[in-house]
């Protein structure tokens, strides 16, 4: 069974542009989360949706924002990027929203914002 | 609020001696704990998890850790490491209720396994 994936894999970007990531969770999984992990440092929540809901959202600015589809898929949108925002962004899936919280991991995409 | 500490940025250890990796964490409410391993230009992998039960949990790749409610830590260790284990090792920690999936990680080991 596929895991799950993201794309793009890597991207550059210059300030003041948009970024939309995207991610596709494992089948049968309904809730994808957002992460964002600066080189050095721990991941970072950013959002969480659940059947097409938001579920919860982190500590970042209005700049950020996500949608989930009915297919369970997920975009994660960045507007007017500041160098502050290159980083790893990763997706994680998992079956449910309320479950032991066992998050499946993309392996991320790498943002550069120059 | 929660809030994860991990002691030692970098922890280098010879090929086949024991490591053990330090977590401790803090939170008003009860938590479930995590190890996650990242390797080189890769996405996180779960090792273990602690949800209830015996305090002592044993996950992939020969690691295990144990809870220790008193001291709110849960190291990691492993007995004999390989070349293989060199990666970055997380220690997450997640509410019991109310919190969604969030997780809460700290800022990671570098685990350096030399020959």
């Known amino acids: 069974d596929a895991g799950v994936t993201q794309s793009p894999t890597h991207l550059i970007k210059t300030r003041g542009q948009q970024v939309t990531l995207r991610c596709s969770p494992i089948s049968g999984h309904k809730s994808v989360s957002w992460y964002q992990q600066v080189l050095g440092q721990g991941p970072q929540f950013i959002f969480q949706?659940?059947?097409?809901?938001?579920?919860g959202r982190g500590n970042f600015p209005d700049r950020f924002s996500a949608r989930q589809f009915p297919n369970y898929s997920s975009e994660l949108n960045v507007n007017a990027l500041l160098l502050g925002d290159s980083a790893l962004y990763l997706c994680?899936?998992?079956?449910?929203?309320?479950?032991?919280?066992?998050?499946?991991f993309g392996e991320g995409s790498r943002l550069t914002v120059l | 609020a929660q809030s994860v500490t991990q002691l030692d940025s970098q922890v280098p250890v010879f090929e086949e001696a024991p490591v053990e990796l330090r977590c401790n964490y803090s939170?008003?409410?009860?938590?479930?704990l995590f190890w996650y391993v990242q390797y080189p230009n890769q996405g996180l992998q779960l090792l273990l998890k602690?949800?209830?039960?015996?305090?002592l949990v044993k996950g992939i790749n020969g690691f295990e850790a144990e809870f220790n409610k008193s001291q709110t830590s849960f190291h990691l260790r492993k007995p004999s490491v390989h070349i293989s284990d060199t990666a970055e090792y997380f220690c997450?920690?997640?509410?019991?209720?109310?919190?969604?999936?969030?997780?809460?990680f700290g800022t990671g080991t570098q685990l350096k396994v030399e020959l």
């Open positions: 949706y659940y059947e097409k809901e938001e579920r």
């Open positions: 602690y949800l209830s039960g015996s305090t």
């Open positions: 939170s008003s409410v009860s938590v479930y």
């Open positions: 994680a899936s998992s079956l449910a929203t309320y479950d032991t919280g066992e998050l499946f």
């Open positions: 997450a920690v997640k509410q019991l209720t109310g919190g969604g999936n969030k997780l809460t």
